[in-house]
């Protein structure tokens, strides 16, 4: 059985702290890993995603991955009140070609 | 920027029915995908088309087939619909076959079958 794992939360962080989401998966073979974003009663948006074991950049947002735990987290510097939603954790199994294995979700909300 | 259209936002349907959700996206992508999201249980996979009329079934076909006779478009059927089918459904694509990409995903259609 494929399994992604998050945190079941919700998580509670003061504006401009750091927020920090995790995530871990079953299969070692996997390749991709995606960080999806849902606001209240919208669809998911794709934030960013990694390939490789290490960090990812890309402005607030950081990816970090590290294949030999199988962990995969997203850390959101300066927490906004607009970054209050769902943070949904997606796993591209070995194999599973275009297919992606999706987490159940991690509530943040950011207070002023 | 790419659109992914859902024929409804809500829809309201009796145990029984034959029911028709579709999807469209006008990016030309290879992949589509139908999910249904539920509280607790998340995003899970229905089924997904790689190109035009194939399909392949996802964690939870049961009760589901799907229909992609255009690239462009890829629908949902529930054959005989059960209380159990109230969900949120999700279309989404994505670009390239063979791989795993970036998924775009529709406004939803939130269904509720009395």
């Known amino acids: 059985q494929k399994e992604v794992e998050q945190n079941s939360g919700p998580l509670s962080v003061p504006e401009g702290a750091i927020a920090s989401l995790n995530c871990t998966y079953s299969?070692?073979?996997?390749?991709?890993f995606f960080w999806y974003r849902q606001y209240s009663g919208k669809s998911p948006e794709l934030i960013m995603f990694?390939?490789?074991?290490g960090d990812k950049e890309d402005g607030r947002f950081t990816a970090q991955l590290n294949k030999a735990s199988q962990y995969v987290s997203l850390l959101i510097r300066d927490s906004q009140p607009s970054d209050s939603a769902t943070y949904l954790c997606?796993?591209?199994?070995?194999?599973?070609?275009?297919?992606?294995?999706f987490g159940k979700g991690m509530k943040l909300t950011v207070n002023p | 920027d790419v659109k992914v259209t859902q024929s409804s936002r809500y829809l309201v349907k009796r145990t029984g029915e034959k029911v028709f959700l579709e999807c469209v996206q006008d990016?030309?992508?290879?992949?589509m995908f139908w999910y249904r999201q539920d509280p607790g249980l998340g995003l899970r996979l229905i089924y997904f088309?790689?190109?035009?009329?194939?399909?392949e079934k996802g964690d939870i076909p049961e009760g589901y087939s799907v229909s992609r006779e255009k690239k462009e478009r890829f629908s949902l059927i529930l054959e005989s619909a059960s209380t159990n089918q109230t969900s949120m459904y999700l279309c989404?694509?994505?670009?390239?076959?063979?791989?795993?990409?970036?998924?775009?995903f529709g406004p939803g259609t939130r269904l509720t079958v009395l």
């Open positions: 989404a694509s994505s670009v390239n076959p063979g791989v795993p990409d970036t998924q775009y």
């Open positions: 299969d070692r073979g996997s390749q991709s």
């Open positions: 990694i390939y490789s074991n």
């Open positions: 997606a796993v591209a199994y070995q194999g599973g070609s275009e297919k992606l294995v």
């Open positions: 990016m030309d992508h290879e992949n």
């Open positions: 088309s790689y190109d035009v009329k194939m399909k």
